[in-house]
């Protein structure tokens, strides 16, 4: 085909001796390009401007080869939900729910905590009936049914909206995650003091429950007064810190007491000075470590994250740090098992997400909310998540780790399982779903295998009917007119997209619009030649 500009001007020349009143309708046909043959196939990439019978490239090739069936409907495959074979549930993120989710993963992979959930007291799911609806209603329960979901649910992951809205969270605002920690294992040792079943009162203090007292020693007198205390968590300051053993040695260190801060001694009756530290006295078999990344700002009076590189072990040995050991029994050794980021910068935003240890197998996994990928060869970095949103580049290099260590300036807490020798003692890896609560699953994943059912057989029904309105639209290519042996394919977008919809009824093809109308265009020609 000829470039645009010269059917142009070939096709306006006819003006420089032609008169207004002499314009005939051989001109207007000039003009126009009326009856320029049709480009072929072949001939030209697509539709050209310069010839108006030029309807390459279109769109029939689309109709006229062969057509993704995932044209033909709207409907994404049920089976991209299914749960696939030996890997975990994720949970459904529900606005800004990604630091309960990260906790929820945490606690479901702490098999002691999750078979003592297990056997809480459930009566409402006991006397449940598969043909009504079990809804929970304490927070033993939606855990229990979560747990239960999260171990023998067929899909991919699954929604907790029910525990978040038992515990009365914003789910389009984020929380403090650390306070949400100890608020939550408060809430849930609160729940299990009132079963019934005297081994679960105590489960969180036997689980997560550590003891040391505040000692503080009169420089005048030399008295000692201890205050015990327990704890669920240790909170360790990482500012100026380069490693874990330096925020522990830390948090133990002695304080001194003076000035406005003197200590009142009950042997001397007044304020002195003094020193006070903390003894630790036992430790829990999950030993929670809280890395104090948000912190109080006191120039801008907000919190602020602290990006500083801390470095930790795979095993962490916290008998130098006990200030006396209970028998010889006492276990000191740890094993880190999880390892909870915040991705970004801000205390206010940003993203959680969970690395944690398979207790079963000893792989690692990364719990994203619904996606979780195993982690392994070089993902295996332990603590390591790129900033989201980052508009700084760290001025700080990371620091290079020795093996069996891992360094993040993302971490915000640290979970360690006290060492255990295989099949020894109360470490046991098979957790079994009681009977009760299994049946409710079952009931949940026949619903969702029927939802499966019936979007396969959706997706079938559209991809046949698309199929088969594909083959008629080839046969009706075949039947469009001809004009010197070249095809028109004037078929109007708006009646093809109705008669593709079989909810809409459909006329014949009303190909007025694509004849001309030849006095009008001579009298538009007489316009723009007088004025």
Avoid at 121 to 135: I, P
């Amino acid at each position: 085909m000829a470039p645009r500009v010269q059917l142009e001007k070939a096709a306006w020349r006819w003006v420089e001796t032609v008169k207004p009143e002499e314009i005939r309708q051989e001109h207007i046909e000039l003009a126009y390009r009326i009856n320029l043959p049709a480009c072929k196939r072949g001939a030209c990439r697509r539709n050209c401007k310069g010839n108006p019978n030029c309807l390459v490239g279109i769109g029939e090739q689309a109709w006229l080869g062969e057509i993704d069936e995932s044209a033909f409907h709207s409907i994404d495959d049920p089976n991209s939900e299914r749960r696939e074979k030996n890997t975990f549930v994720g949970l459904t993120n529900l606005g800004a729910t990604c630091y309960v989710n990260t906790f929820l993963q945490v606690w479901f992979h702490n098999l002691e905590l999750r078979r003592s959930l297990y056997q809480c007291q459930n009566s409402r799911a006991e006397e449940h009936d598969t043909e009504s609806d079990y809804e929970p209603q304490s927070i033993c329960e939606h855990l229990q049914y979560l747990f239960a979901l999260l171990q023998n649910s067929n899909r991919k992951y699954i929604d907790p909206s029910g525990l978040v809205k038992a515990l009365g969270l914003d789910t389009g605002q984020q929380q403090d995650a650390q306070e949400f920690s100890k608020l939550f294992l408060s809430l849930l040792e609160d729940t299990l003091s009132k079963q019934k079943n005297p081994n679960l009162r105590n489960v969180i203090q036997q689980q997560f429950c550590g003891q040391f007292s505040y000692v503080t020693v009169c420089n005048q007198c030399g008295r000692s007064s201890a205050l015990p205390s327990r704890f669920y968590e240790l909170e360790l300051n990482i500012q100026g810190h380069k490693n874990l053993t330096e925020c522990v040695t830390e948090f133990l260190k002695e304080e001194k007491l003076d000035g406005e801060n003197r200590y009142f001694c009950e042997t001397c009756q007044s304020k002195q000075n003094a020193t006070r530290r903390i003894k630790l006295h036992s430790l829990p078999p999950t030993l929670n470590l809280q890395l104090m990344r948000f912190v109080f700002d006191r120039q801008t009076g907000h919190k602020k994250k602290l990006n500083s590189f801390i470095s930790f072990p795979e095993q962490l040995d916290m008998g130098p740090f006990l200030e006396e050991k209970q028998g010889m029994n006492e276990k000191c050794v740890y094993e880190l098992s999880a390892v909870l980021i915040h991705r970004g910068i801000s205390a206010y935003s940003g993203h959680y997400i969970a690395h944690v240890k398979d207790a079963r197998t000893g792989d690692w996994y990364k719990f994203n909310d619904e996606e979780i990928e195993k982690m392994e060869g070089k993902k295996l970095q332990l603590g390591i998540e790129e900033d989201i949103a980052e508009t700084v580049k760290s001025q700080t290099k990371k620091p290079k780790c020795s093996k069996g260590y891992h360094c993040s300036r993302n971490a915000y807490m640290l979970v360690y399982k006290v060492q255990q020798e295989e099949n020894s003692g109360p470490f046991r890896t098979n957790v079994e779903v009681p009977a009760f609560l299994q049946r409710l699953v079952d009931q949940d994943n026949h619903k969702f295998e029927e939802w499966c059912s019936e979007m396969t057989d959706m997706r079938k029904q559209s991809v046949d009917k698309g199929k088969a309105k594909h083959e008629e639209v080839k046969e009706l290519y075949k039947l469009l007119p001809a004009r010197d042996g070249e095809p028109y394919e004037f078929i109007p977008l708006d009646w093809l997209k109705k008669w593709l919809d079989d909810s809409t009824a459909t006329k014949e093809i009303d190909s007025s619009r694509f004849f001309i109308d030849f006095d009008l265009i001579l009298m538009l020609m007489l316009v723009l030649f007088l004025f």
